[in-house]
């Protein structure tokens, strides 16, 4: 028997973002949830948890069912809570004494460290703050759990925690996974659900395994509009021919023939439905060049907290052009601020062991897009930081996924997904000769991340760039600088 059943469920937000979508959901099931950024994958998981209604269509629950939703922000009233009182919070206000024990127990399968536990949300990074989400509903015992990109900000460690955790400690809970990281879909998914505006497709298989039997699909359904359009079309001249000969024949057996012919052309033009797919709109890079050989060189550069507080040191290290460094290690190591070093050493600053050639044009993104002007509307951040006019300007974001309306808002109103593609826009634009990106791919859908991959190898890009996305990094890597116990050492790159 079904936990949940999904008829004919459609969600309009102003547009059409899926119709018709039958799904049942099994305690077996492992379901990923494949879609463009704003398709409606977040919508779909908030119908299903009951916080909202479908457009149309009917969402039918077991008697009794448990359903644990995961959404991708703490929300503000928790900020100030540690990770255990948090959990505790969550707990049904008359069971929270009885019930305590299960905070220890769920924190353990998702190996919290004691200090960890007693530490403020508001404190954690994203990558804990993200699992002290998903403890909280653990902890209530769902039996379908919802998962709204769950490994937004994880370390490769945190992965292959929640990783193992999905696999061996979830046995009879269904889930539904809306993530754009191919390699979780494939190791903890075992059908796949892509929503799409005409037709949604199912598959009882992992991401990489349904993208190809959807890809086969598609090919086969478009050989299928050619060949009945050519049917058609012969059809139609037929019956020309023959009304043609029947008016001048006087023929009404030819006539009533022409028309049946005619008929038959006109239904099978009803049915000639071409796929519509989401379009989130282009991701496109530049690479300027540069004559110089070494962009960079550091020399045993401490990288510290504002405070100062050691990291790590650096080593030696050249960039050469046409490097793709990947700079990977746990959260809290200091990727980040050592970005932010290097972006500062490439601004002009004196930094302390790092040369920059004066070649370097920078393009930077860093995870939260915070070099966007968020009070700025998005064709007066083009127009205005490039000089590229009014029109030009509407072009181009057009060509990224923005409509008039959206290009006339305030980027604070964009979501995180439409944030990171008008940041690679602007990346562009800025035409540079060293990328410099934190996290580039968060947020960004499978199709914009494959994009983006393209685009690195096919301008020979020079990188540092940090992720943690597994399938993003060994397409583009060709080094890989791992930050551990206060050092960053080239190792080999991360495997699946």
């Not at 096919?458 to 597994?470: F, G, K, P, Q, Y």
């Amino acid at each position: 028997m079904s936990l949940i059943n999904i008829r004919g469920v459609g969600i309009v937000s102003p547009r059409p973002l899926f119709h018709n979508l039958d799904l049942a959901i099994h305690a077996s099931d492992r379901i990923g949830l494949i879609a463009g950024n704003g398709a409606g994958k977040t919508t779909l998981l908030r119908c299903l948890a009951g916080q909202m209604e479908p457009g149309m269509g009917q969402i039918t629950n077991r008697r009794g069912l448990r359903v644990g939703f995961v959404e991708q922000d703490v929300p503000a009233n928790l900020l100030d809570l540690t990770m255990a009182e948090a959990l505790r919070r969550a707990l049904p206000a008359a069971e929270r004494e009885a019930q305590t024990w299960k905070i220890g127990l769920v924190l353990d399968m998702l190996e919290t460290p004691e200090a960890m536990r007693e530490r403020r949300l508001s404190e954690l990074s994203g990558g804990w703050q993200r699992l002290a989400l998903i403890a909280r509903v653990w902890v209530n015992d769902p039996d379908v759990l919802l998962l709204d990109e769950p490994t937004n900000h994880l370390d490769m460690r945190r992965f292959a925690v929640l990783e193992n955790w999905i696999n061996h400690a979830t046995e009879g809970v269904a889930m539904v996974i809306a993530s754009h990281d191919r390699q979780f879909l494939d190791n903890c998914t075992n059908r796949t659900l892509f929503l799409r505006p005409d037709e949604s497709r199912s598959y009882a298989h992992p991401f990489s395994r349904a993208r190809g039997l959807l890809e086969d699909d598609d090919t086969a359904h478009e050989t299928k509009l050619a060949r009945d359009a050519k049917e058609a079309d012969r059809l139609r001249r037929n019956a020309g021919q023959l009304r043609n000969v029947g008016i001048n024949s006087g023929s009404d057996l030819l006539l009533k023939k022409a028309k049946y012919l005619t008929n038959r052309a006109e239904a099978i033009e009803q049915l000639l439905r071409p796929l519509v797919q989401t379009r989130a709109g282009e991701i496109r890079l530049t690479n300027r060049g540069s004559h110089a050989k070494v962009l960079m060189s550091l020399d045993e550069v401490a990288v510290e907290t504002p405070d100062g507080k050691m990291l790590f040191r650096t080593g030696t290290l050249k960039i050469f052009q046409r490097d793709r460094i990947v700079v990977t290690g746990a959260n809290g190591v200091g990727k980040s601020v050592f970005v932010r070093l290097l972006r500062r050493a490439i601004a002009g600053d004196a930094v302390p062991g790092i040369s920059v050639s004066p070649s370097v044009v920078l393009g930077y993104v860093d995870q939260q897009m915070s070099q966007l002007p968020s009070a700025e509307t998005l064709l007066g951040f083009v127009a205005g930081q490039f000089r590229l006019g009014d029109q030009r300007s509407v072009s181009l974001l057009a060509s990224a996924g923005f409509d008039y309306d959206a290009q006339r808002r305030p980027i604070a109103r964009l979501s995180p997904g439409q944030k990171a593609r008008l940041g690679l826009l602007a990346l562009r634009l800025t035409e540079p000769n060293f990328y410099l990106m934190d996290e580039p791919t968060n947020h960004v859908d499978i199709v914009g991340q494959e994009r983006l991959e393209a685009e690195i190898l096919a301008h020979e890009a020079t990188c540092v760039l940090v992720s943690h996305d597994r399938f993003f990094v060994r397409a583009i890597g060709t080094r890989f600088l791992c930050i551990e116990d206060g050092r960053a050492r080239e190792m080999e790159a991360p495997e699946a």
